[in-house]
């Protein structure tokens, strides 16, 4: 978390990303623009690691601050479009469209050019998000960023253990104590700080990878289910389809349609 704005290009790469309450999977070509002091992480899945891969990450990034043309360019009646992106970006925006291609572009000129050249560049990469009626936000209008930053490390350190954990069940003495703190504070700390309960953010992150499996592989959904982290098939299919609005196999049908 950090006061410069982010955007984002994943030229290649897949994985969970995290924008404030927001858990969704990514993968390459997504394009994404993270507001001022809202919580982001993106963790690429395992095998992009792997020694013998060849196929690894690669990522375009330009940080700005939100007056980076001065205090009162925002204000002139012409940037009305991009001052209005910048305030739905406290929230996170999913680029998508004719944008998220011709903005990717641009990210990747930023690499080339030098002096006013990147400002000019910059600006029309933010006239380009903020005429693209697909975009959507990602975190909820609710979520507010903490800005402690000990809470922060802490938050990151709950995150990590999950990714790794998920798949098996976690007690809440044992998350708890990866936080640092009792179990009954735990739950305080943990919905004040994203709003949503842990049971929640454990739920949505095993969704999450079953979306990825089902897009990714062929596996029978009874094996998808255990290897996602449920215990059963019917809470499986239940939640999938709260945090989705799909069952899993109309999800997969469109992704292979």
């Not at 005429?131 to 922060?152: A, W």
């Not at 809440?172 to 179990?183: H, K």
């Amino acid at each position: 978390m950090h006061a410069e704005l982010e955007l984002i290009h994943i030229k290649n790469g897949a994985g969970t990303q995290f924008i404030g309450d927001s858990i969704t999977p990514f993968q390459s070509g997504d394009v994404v623009l993270v507001g001022p002091n809202l919580p982001h992480y993106w963790k690429f899945d395992d095998h992009f690691f792997e020694e013998e891969l060849r196929n690894t990450t690669d990522v375009r990034v330009a940080h700005f601050n939100e007056n980076f043309l001065g205090g009162q360019f925002l204000q002139l009646p012409e940037n009305n479009g991009i001052r209005n992106l910048l305030e739905k970006s406290r929230r996170g925006l999913q680029v998508q469209g004719n944008a998220r291609g011709e903005v990717a572009a641009i990210l990747e000129k930023l690499l080339t050019v030098e002096g006013s050249q990147r400002i000019i560049l910059m600006l029309e990469a933010l006239a380009i998000v903020a005429e693209e009626k697909e975009c959507f936000q990602l975190s909820s209008i609710g979520f507010k960023p903490d800005g402690v930053t000990t809470d922060n490390e802490r938050i990151q350190a709950i995150f990590d253990y999950t990714i790794k954990n998920f798949k098996r069940k976690i007690k809440l003495e044992e998350i708890a104590d990866v936080a640092n703190i009792s179990p009954n504070s735990f739950c305080r700390f943990f919905k004040s700080r994203t709003r949503k309960t842990y049971s929640q953010f454990l739920i949505e992150l095993r969704v999450g990878h079953a979306c990825k499996l089902l897009i990714e592989t062929n596996q029978c959904l009874k094996r998808l289910c255990f290897e996602s982290g449920f215990n059963n098939f019917t809470s499986f299919h239940k939640y999938f389809k709260i945090i989705t609005g799909k069952s899993p196999m109309m999800y997969q049908r469109e992704f292979t349609a």
